[in-house]
């Protein structure tokens, strides 16, 4: 008897265990068609934002230099978004990968002081994602890992899955470690196994390139080790000659679909993003934005309408409201339309560090972009627990919105709580409290503000037990008071020039609110002034100029605008610049046609393989017919369109000139100065120190010495680093750059920094985080040296 009461205890021990594992279980998600569910059989999304920095040389999350990082974890979560994408690299699993944070200061968000406490007292970047990891575990976060790149800061060049360095056994096996090491956290939902996997190809079967089946080797490798978890895979950039955006070309998934041991844990991920990443025909398109929705069916959407997969939307931003004439912001709210409720996604970014997009963050690293969370509010999905069953009760979400944010007293505002969940099923209470002293309840209400000022609204939602709150603030206006703002704006025909140099400046751009009359003062930053809303100004030495232009309306209300004019020493040795500027406009010439191209100087083009170049303008009309060029690379000769290449021109100016953008030949890129010699013709460098002269003689011209010297006397050391660059560029030289200008120009020509160094230094730092990403050029002036570096900006 007694050993059958002892077998019944160990039947109800078992069964007791059995009975609080499936009571209590980790809440990963499944794939069923074209959507997810959890392990209860709801219907989820997920809807979150990217917070990079792993995948850099950090080898943590940017912005902890200035945040604590659960602070920022729990911003993400209070602005509602249940998802964080984490790029990582494969480069901070190396034994000699070390990470140092700093514990000092106060969270502006939360209050935490210090910050970071936790954070400073691991030294290896693994450790530091396990304690993101842990938090997004405990507070009912998703994460999708992305394997952004496998050097730090490499994923602009690295087109395929591996590198020399780091091959596709090591991908995986990098992979199955990461997927052991959080397979009994469910907050770790997905695996994004390769960021925009550009240069490869699907379903050609080559086992270099062939993405699709790389895809497969990694993503069973990954079940292996954690049959729960997600599997994403992104598109590539070209299909049968048809391209898209870096990851966002998914049409090879339709005839070579990924194949995977567990069909029901792979998901289709695309990259979408509007004209500020690049400038594509289809922004310009004349049925624009009707024709998007086409575009996006064709490329990826038919996965999901044919019930193949759910959607992954793991990048799509947008930085100005206002870029290309509002086309960017058309793009962003119909796409993000277009996803509506049915897709999942991760804004890119949370970091306001990102060239193209900016943020959800501004610049302080705390305060946010609303108008980007109002597209993206009414979207969200709600918050997904990554434990379920049991007897526990989870909090609620409060959640609201207003049909105005701001306007004249007085002043009614409508406000719906609707949005507000809870994740048991809970019947909520509403409470508000509308910061002027009167509260009321109610899921929707309606509430009148008699007096101008700021309101901080409050709702507060409880399931009885738990409670949440979210925070709105309104803006009542006098209606009495209506300040003008002003706004300086600054534009010239050229930023910069060869000693003595005019340089036309124009104050048009200006504007007053109320359509006031403007008044325009100018400081050139050479000991002189000026006024008027268009001037021009001599600057007769050579030097780096920080020119002030300050707007003011009639009530004194002014704004102030600066832009940099960088002017270099002429060449008064030769004859490179073929005399000074010209006094009347260039006539017009037809069919000008040069056999012989010579570069003078240093730093320019090699144009060794271009046989000819045609150039037709007309001065009426001020413009160019014709400037081509043919070129020969070992087949018959290839004609160059130069002109779909001019960002700028002005042939009625004194100085005519022309800038040239995307030409395809290195350090052909830039501003020049238009002359002509006799019959020939010259294109003279504004920002560097060459010539491109043109002409049907088979001797080129004398530049006397200056430009000889300027090659034989050229700076022999300067250092650039890192490259590509994040944050902060460092520029370092044998010799010390006292009395040196520094500047960063873009492909353009146009100089977008300045700084000028007047200490007996050897190495200055600049700050490049407002640098969209790009290619930009380093130039470097002293002591009548130039020395030209180009960089890569991520």
Not at 119 to 144: G, Y
Not at 361 to 387: E, R
Not at 393 to 404: D, G, K, Y
Request: contains cysteine; glycine residues 8%.
């Amino acid at each position: 008897m007694k050993r059958f009461i002892n077998y019944l205890m160990m039947l109800f021990l078992f069964f007791g265990s059995i009975t609080q594992i499936t009571a209590q279980q980790q809440n990963f998600l499944t794939v069923s068609g074209n959507k997810l569910y959890d392990t209860t059989g709801n219907e989820v999304r997920l809807t979150g934002v990217n917070w990079f920095g792993f995948e850099t040389q950090n080898y943590s999350p940017h912005g902890i230099w200035s945040r604590d990082m659960k602070s920022v974890l729990q911003q993400i979560k209070d602005l509602g978004f249940n998802t964080i994408r984490v790029p990582w690299c494969n480069e901070m699993l190396n034994p000699s990968s070390t990470i140092a944070v700093n514990s000092y200061g106060t969270d502006p968000y939360t209050g935490i002081s210090p910050m970071n406490e936790e954070e400073t007292t691991v030294s290896k970047p693994i450790e530091l994602l396990d304690i993101f990891v842990r938090w997004c575990q405990e507070n009912d976060m998703k994460i999708v890992l992305d394997n952004h790149s496998r050097a730090a800061d490499g994923f602009l060049n690295e087109a395929v899955w591996y590198n020399p360095e780091y091959s596709e056994e090591r991908w995986i096996n990098d992979w199955v470690f990461i997927a052991d090491r959080y397979k009994n956290y469910s907050a770790v939902v997905a695996m994004d196994l390769n960021n925009e996997p550009h240069g490869s190809t699907w379903g050609d079967s080559n086992p270099d390139t062939d993405w699709n089946k790389a895809a497969e080797r990694c993503g069973n490798a990954v079940l292996e080790a954690n049959p729960n978890v997600l599997i994403i895979v992104e598109g590539v950039g070209e299909f049968e000659g048809n391209s898209y955006w870096w990851g966002g070309q998914l049409m090879g998934a339709k005839q070579y679909p990924v194949q995977l041991s567990n069909p029901s844990k792979l998901v289709y991920s695309a990259h979408e993003y509007g004209p500020e990443v690049s400038q594509q025909d289809w922004f310009t398109a004349s049925n624009f934005p009707q024709n998007m929705p086409g575009l996006w069916s064709d490329n990826f959407h038919y996965l999901y309408e044919e019930g193949t997969s759910p959607i992954f939307l793991g990048e799509f931003g947008i930085k100005d409201q206002d870029a290309f004439g509002g086309i960017a912001y058309t793009w962003f709210t119909e796409f993000t339309g277009f996803m509506g409720d049915i897709y999942s996604w991760t804004f890119w970014s949370m970091n306001p560090n990102s060239g193209d997009t900016g943020g959800i963050l501004q610049d302080d690293w705390t305060n946010v972009n609303q108008w980007k969370l109002d597209v993206l509010t009414p979207h969200l999905a709600p918050f997904i627990p990554n434990v379920v069953g049991g007897t526990g009760n989870l909090p609620p979400t409060a959640r609201f919105t207003s049909n105005i944010i701001s306007g004249d007293a007085p002043l009614t505002v409508s406000f719906d709580g609707s949005t507000s969940s809870d994740p048991d099923g809970d019947t909520l209470t509403f409470n508000w409290n509308f910061g002027d002293g009167t509260t009321a309840t109610g899921e929707s209400i309606s509430h009148l503000f008699t007096d101008f000022g700021e309101y901080q609204v409050v709702l507060t939602v409880s399931d009885g037990t738990f409670s949440d709150t979210e925070t709105l603030t309104i803006t009542v206006n006098d209606p009495d008071t209506n300040i003008p703002v002003v706004t300086a704006n600054i534009s010239t025909d050229v930023t910069g020039g060869i000693a003595p140099a005019i340089i036309n400046f124009d104050a048009s751009g200006s504007t007053v609110s109320d359509g006031s009359t403007l008044t325009y003062s100018w400081d050139f930053g050479d000991g002189t002034a000026g006024s008027g809303m268009t001037i021009n100004h001599e600057f007769i030495n050579a030097g780096s100029y920080d020119v002030v232009l300050t707007v003011s309306n009639v009530d004194g209300i002014s704004d102030t605008a600066t832009i940099a004019i960088i002017i270099t020493e002429p060449n008064n040795g030769g004859d490179c610049t073929f005399g000074a500027p010209l006094s009347n406009a260039l006539p017009t010439i037809a069919n000008a046609s040069y056999s012989n191209i010579y570069v003078l100087g240093s730093g320019g083009p090699d144009l060794s393989n271009v046989t000819n170049f045609t150039i037709n303008w007309d001065l009426q009309n001020n413009g160019l017919w014709q400037f081509s060029m043919n070129t020969n690379n070992g087949v018959p000769s290839w004609w160059n369109d130069l002109k779909t290449n001019v960002t700028s021109q002005n042939f009625n100016a004194a100085q005519p000139s022309v800038t040239l953008s995307g030409t395809g030949f290195p350090n052909l890129d830039g501003a020049y100065n238009v002359t002509i010699d006799g019959d020939n013709f010259a294109l003279v460098s504004i920002n560097s120190t060459f010539t491109i002269y043109f002409s049907n003689s088979g001797v080129a011209p004398d530049c006397g010495n200056v430009l000889r010297e300027s090659v034989t006397k050229e700076i022999t050391s300067i250092d650039v680093f890192p490259n590509p660059v994040t944050d902060q560029l460092i520029i370092k030289t044998k010799d010390p750059l006292d009395d040196a200008t520094i500047s960063i120009i873009d492909i353009t020509g146009r100089i977008v920094k300045t700084i000028s160094v007047q200490s007996k230094v050897n190495e200055v730092s600049l700050n490049t985080i407002d640098l969209k990403s790009g290619v930009y050029f380093v130039k470097l002036y002293h002591n009548k040296q130039v020395r030209t570096e180009q960089i890569i900006k991520r």
